[in-house]
């Protein structure tokens, strides 16, 4: 009985620690570190997200908002886990749906910290049989290193074409050409609905000036196919490949095109006919060498092309147990190997550069659905998977797994869990040391009853261990001021009202203080009132935006000032 009491009053020992303290935050050290812990990190309201890893080791994330107002969030993340800029709206809806929700944006960040998103924008079209039409164009917004949105409230959009009755774009690729100019890929589709009209189908590509927004390739952007390429690959030298398929194009085969940096056409290869196919994919190596996966009506199979399009092997089988594959998702793994999803979405292949099976005729089968795959080193990849949850209805419990060279589990045979009750969608950033940043979103798609749900950020070491170094950083916004604001709480922990005194200084004003549970889920919203410039008092009775109680357990603030400065805390309610 002393043991279990003398391990209660450390672990109350533990969160005053954490949770004691005034947080001060000033130009000249723009990171404090206030916070460890390891559950997950909130970072947007939104679903289905799209991220990647910049040269400066930030995170940038795009999420479809759950806000019927905003269609199109965007974050931006350091290494630590510090918001530098979040809840950046790429767009906003007129007389229109804004982004289109089934396909998110694309990104390609600037080496100052700022970065370019391209999407499918929604415009109302006309109303017919009881049903809203609308058509998608293909839009391009700039986002600046302190997150301001540069290019208008929707972006530009990036042609003058217009669809007479529905369908319109689909978003490909965006990419920097060598001359430091922006391409960006689309594929289209203009339904007519008129009787002996044929439709048009095609792929297109415009050039940015990323200074101005100029468009190079005119008003209605360069056309390159009189087809929709399923899938756009860039390889290392700066040329494009895409690739045709029957499902999309529908006049029987597969072929690709290589096109240079100027969107010039190398050469086309017919690749397959459409005999007994049912998908495939492509990806390029360091080698700019082209592979091809496909599936016949038995099995899974594949190809490799030089640079030039001339075939080093051919129709090699992979899986004759299997004939079905991700037609998203395959990654090149150091020089020499690929890995992508097959079987039924729970078994992972290994193919080499000689056309070797390296993990078996069925290869490494996970328990649930995998949604993701990411090479972290020469030496392993990672694989998240999810597990069924009693919730149901596609709510999953998400796993992350860990592979060696042979297909091996590196950690135990179930995998790490990562979080519970949340969607498939999980993005995988390697580290570079053998971890990687995880994006993944709670429960999408369904009723507010069933929060959280949102997007969600979390960190894991080579060696599995999860959790974050969440800290408060300034917002690049105010590198020109000299602004020093600090927060206190207390009593912490408490089993009634807490105060917080907020100070702040140089015409800074408290805008929100929000309050969070440990799953993320907004607990309070307190009331500024009419904000004030120096100090700022406040008081949280312990209750929830209903009205109840919370429960005892950690809780976290969230503060944000005129200024712009992000401020984040811990708080203890005990009993």
């Not at 969440?470 to 600090?486: F, H, L, M």
């Amino acid at each position: 009985m002393k043991k279990w009491i003398i391990f209660i009053l450390f672990i109350y020992c533990v969160e005053i620690i954490f949770a004691q303290g005034v947080l001060k935050l000033n130009s000249k050290s723009s990171l404090k570190k206030n916070l460890v812990d390891s559950t997950s990190m909130y970072v947007l309201n939104g679903r289905s997200p799209r991220a990647v890893l910049t040269n400066r080791k930030d995170i940038i994330c795009v999420a479809d908002s759950w806000n019927a107002q905003i269609h199109s969030i965007a974050v931006r993340i350091d290494s630590s886990g510090n918001i530098i800029w979040n809840n950046v709206q790429l767009c906003i809806a007129k007389d229109s749906l804004g982004l289109d929700e089934d396909e998110n944006a694309y990104i390609l960040p600037r080496t100052d910290g700022g970065a370019y998103f391209v999407f499918d924008y929604l415009e109302y079209r006309s109303f017919q049989d009881g049903t809203e039409i609308y058509a998608a164009y293909p839009h391009i917004q700039y986002v600046d290193a302190a997150g301001n949105v540069m290019w208008g409230s929707s972006g530009k959009r990036l042609t003058n074409m217009v669809v007479d009755y529905l369908s319109g774009s689909t978003m490909q690729q965006i990419s920097f050409t060598p001359d430091g100019d922006i391409m960006v890929y689309w594929t289209w589709f203009n339904d007519h609905n008129k009787a002996g009209v044929a439709n048009e189908f095609g792929t297109y590509v415009q050039k940015v000036d990323p200074s101005s927004g100029e468009f190079k390739f005119g008003a209605a952007g360069k056309k390159l196919f009189n087809f929709k390429a399923s899938q756009i690959k860039e390889s290392p030298n700066g040329n494009v490949y895409m690739l045709q398929d029957p499902y999309v194009f529908q006049n029987g085969g597969d072929s690709v095109a290589c096109f240079n940096s100027l969107a010039e056409k190398q050469w086309q290869l017919p690749l397959l006919d459409s005999s007994g196919l049912a998908n495939s994919l492509i990806d390029i190596n360091e080698y700019n060498e082209l592979l091809l996966v496909y599936t016949t009506a038995n099995d899974i199979r594949a190809r490799l092309y030089d640079k030039n399009g001339s075939p080093i092997w051919i129709d090699k089988i992979i899986s004759s147990s299997f004939h079905w594959i991700n037609t998203t998702t395959i990654e090149q793994w150091a020089l020499n190997r690929w890995v992508f999803i097959g079987g039924a979405t729970n078994r992972v292949f290994c193919i080499d550069r000689d056309g070797n099976d390296n993990w078996g005729n069925s290869g490494i089968n996970l328990i649930g659905g995998i949604s993701s795959i990411q090479p972290v080193d020469d030496e392993s990849i990672f694989v998240s998977f999810g597990k069924s949850n009693p919730i149901g209805n596609f709510v999953y419990d998400r796993y992350l797994q860990k592979l060696n060279i042979n297909g091996d589990a590196v950690w135990n045979s179930s995998g790490k869990k990562i979080f519970e009750n949340v969607s498939i969608n999980c993005v995988i950033l390697p580290d570079k040391k053998g971890g990687a940043y995880l994006i993944f979103d709670a429960l999408a798609g369904y009723p507010p009853q069933n929060l959280p749900r949102g997007i969600y950020f979390q960190k894991v070491d080579k060696d599995g261990n999860l959790g974050l170094i969440t800290s408060v950083k300034e917002n690049t916004i105010n590198n020109n001021i000299s602004t020093t604001t600090s927060v206190a709480c207390y009593p912490n922990p408490s089993n009634g009202m807490q105060s917080f005194s907020i100070k702040t200084k140089s015409g800074d004003k408290v805008q929100e203080i929000i309050l969070y549970d440990i799953l993320g889920r907004v607990v309070r919203k307190l009331n500024i009132g009419n904000p004030s410039q120096g100090e700022t008092f406040l008081r949280w009775d312990g209750k929830n935006n209903k009205g109840i109680y919370t429960s005892p357990g950690v809780y976290f603030y969230y503060i944000k000032t005129k200024n712009n400065i992000n401020i984040s805390g811990k708080l203890l309610r005990i009993k």
